[in-house]
């Protein structure tokens, strides 16, 4: 079975600052990882993916995820900081030949001005 | 493009009464998920569709919870009866399977508070 591990409820970080969420997951096989950003009250975001090739993926609003294979890792990053990324951080996990998407249970990141 | 389309965005209820959630998929979206979400959990998966064939049901608590998927398009999730327990976000995803790299879109979610 696949598994992804969000060890921090919450982080905080100064606005302009570099953030961090981070993401382990378990899984046979090669992963595809997301990363999905869900705002109060409302669905899901996609934010980015890694499929295969350049460990280091660029998505949506100027984040960027690490894959780590032998640390089966996928943490989440921003070189600075905006008070408007705060927010629920999901992470999620496909591989295993299973076709949907498992999540962690989220990280609060939190931008304080 | 229109993105997926749930409703009600909110509902409230009664323990024992039914509730049934509305998925519209965006358009062309031959794969349709349903998920629930728990306060502060990450979405689990309830059922998965292919067309209109439930290829993955298990985690479906099926003594009160049904789908339906007729025409391959629309879905319709419901409750029946609702317990205490149920009260959380019911979020419907849909996913293109040509050149599928897993990708999920979401709709906005229907809340359901069980009273």
């Known amino acids: 079975a696949q598994s992804v591990a969000q060890p921090e409820d919450q982080v905080n970080v100064a606005e302009g600052n570099p953030l961090t969420v981070k993401c382990t997951y378990s899984?046979?096989?090669?992963?595809?990882l997301f990363w999905y950003v869900q705002y109060p009250n409302r669905g899901l975001q996609f934010l980015l993916k890694?499929?295969?090739?350049?460990?280091l993926v660029k998505g949506s609003y100027g984040f960027e995820a690490e894959f780590n294979k032998s640390q089966t890792s996928f943490h989440l990053k921003k070189p600075s900081a905006l008070v408007s990324d705060s927010a629920l951080y999901f992470c999620?996990?496909?591989?295993?030949?299973?076709?949907?998407?498992?999540f962690g249970k989220g990280t609060h990141l939190i931008i304080q001005p | 493009e229109a993105g997926v389309v749930q409703s009600p965005r909110y509902k409230i209820i009664e323990k024992k009464q039914p509730v049934a959630f509305w998925c519209n998929p965006i358009?062309?979206?031959?794969?349709l998920y349903w998920y629930l979400q728990n306060l502060g959990q990450g979405p689990e998966l309830l059922i998965r569709?292919?067309?209109?064939?439930?290829?993955?049901d298990s985690q479906l608590p099926k003594d009160r919870f049904s789908a339906e998927r007729l025409k391959g398009v629309d879905s319709t999730l419901k409750i029946q009866p609702a317990e205490l327990g149920d009260s959380a976000v019911y979020l419907c995803?849909?996913?293109?399977?040509?050149?599928?790299?897993?990708?999920?879109?979401f709709g906005e979610g229907s809340r359901l508070t069980v009273l």
């Open positions: 995803a849909s996913k293109d399977r040509k050149g599928d790299t897993g990708e999920l879109f």
């Open positions: 899984v046979s096989g090669n992963p595809y």
């Open positions: 890694y499929i295969t090739g350049d460990n």
């Open positions: 999620a996990v496909r591989g295993g030949g299973a076709d949907g998407l498992t």
């Open positions: 358009s062309g979206h031959n794969t």
């Open positions: 569709y292919e067309n209109e064939e439930a290829v993955d």
